[in-house]
C-alpha cells in the first residue's frame, strides 16, 4: 500500500512537472515567431471580424403579383383604347396604342456582419432599388371627360426601401478568396404608381402608392475577395421575395434577382491599427 502510495505521488509530480514544462512553451515565443508573428487580424473570414461593405448592381427579371396584375391593367387600357371608348387625343387618331416596358433599375445595398462563429456570421442589410414603366395610362377630368396620353410616359413603378437580418455561412477561413452563402429576412417600405384593379378608379386623385410596406425574404451568394488585410472587392448574386400591402392593394408580391459588385472593408483590422 505504501508502495502505491509513493507511486501515485511520484505520477502526480511528474504530470505536474510536465504541465509547467508544457505551460513555459507555450508562453516562451519560438524561434519561427520571431520571423514570423502571428497575424491578429488576417484576411478572410474568422470569428470576431467585422466587415462593412457597400455594393451596387442591376435588378433583374422582376416577377410577381405585383407585375402581374400592372401588365393585366395596362392590357385593359390598350384594349379600351382600341375600341374608342376614350376621347382620342390631339395629333393622333383614335386606336393608337404602343406596347408597354418594364424597366428593371439599380439596387443600392449596404451590409455589416460579424464573424459570431469559425464559420458562421449574423448581420445587418440596407438596400433599396427601383423599376420603372413607360406606358399610356388613361385620365379622368371634370364632367366624365376621359382621355389617354397620346404616347408612352415614364413613371415609377417601385421604389422600395428594406432592412434586413442577415445569416452567412463561410466555408473556408482565413483565406484571401471567401465565398460564402447568405439568408436574410426583413421588412420593406415602398412607393410607386399602381392601380388597384383592370379599371382606373375616377375617385382616385392620383396613382400614387401611399403607406405600402411588407415583409422581405431572400438569400445570396457571394464572394469576398481580400486585397491585403483591411479592403476586397465584393461580388454577389441575391433573390428577393417581398409580400406588400399599402392603401391601393392589400396583398402583393414581388419577386426580384439582382447582380451586384461592390467593395468591403475588415473594420476588425482596421480598428486594431488606429
Not at 403607406?211 to 457571394?222: D, H, K, M, P, R
Request: neutral net charge; proline residues 5%.
Amino acid at each position: 500500500m505504501k508502495a502505491v502510495t509513493i507511486w501515485i505521488f511520484c505520477m502526480i509530480m511528474i504530470f505536474w512537472a510536465t504541465g509547467i514544462r508544457a505551460t513555459e512553451t507555450i508562453n516562451q515565443p519560438s524561434q519561427n515567431d520571431q520571423y514570423y508573428p502571428k497575424v491578429d487580424h488576417p484576411p478572410g473570414f474568422y470569428e470576431g471580424v467585422i466587415l462593412f461593405s457597400l455594393m451596387g448592381g442591376q435588378t433583374l427579371a422582376p416577377s410577381g403579383s405585383y407585375i402581374k396584375d400592372e401588365k393585366y391593367y395596362d392590357d385593359t387600357v390598350r384594349t379600351r383604347i382600341q375600341l374608342g371608348e376614350f376621347g382620342p387625343p390631339s395629333l393622333l387618331q383614335p386606336g393608337v396604342v404602343f406596347q408597354p416596358e418594364y424597366l428593371a433599375e439599380n439596387i443600392y445595398q449596404m451590409d455589416i456582419e460579424y464573424g459570431v462563429w469559425e464559420h458562421f456570421g449574423l448581420g445587418l442589410t440596407l438596400f433599396q432599388f427601383y423599376m420603372n414603366a413607360r406606358r399610356q395610362d388613361i385620365h379622368n377630368l371634370p364632367n366624365n371627360i376621359v382621355f389617354y396620353d397620346p404616347l408612352p410616359t415614364k413613371s415609377n413603378l417601385y421604389q422600395g426601401t428594406g432592412a434586413s437580418m442577415l445569416f452567412s455561412y463561410h466555408p473556408f477561413t482565413k483565406k484571401f478568396i471567401d465565398p460564402y452563402l447568405v439568408l436574410r429576412a426583413g421588412v420593406v417600405g415602398f412607393t410607386g404608381e399602381g392601380h388597384q384593379g383592370p379599371y382606373k378608379d375616377a375617385t382616385r386623385f392620383s396613382n400614387k402608392i401611399h403607406n405600402g410596406l411588407g415583409a422581405v425574404i431572400g438569400g445570396g451568394l457571394g464572394t469576398n475577395v481580400f486585397i491585403g488585410r483591411k479592403f476586397g472587392i465584393k461580388l454577389e448574386a441575391d433573390y428577393y421575395q417581398q409580400f406588400l400591402k399599402s392603401d391601393l392593394f392589400s396583398k402583393r408580391n414581388l419577386n426580384t434577382y439582382h447582380a451586384q459588385i461592390g467593395f468591403f472593408m475588415n473594420v476588425s483590422s482596421l480598428a486594431a491599427d488606429m
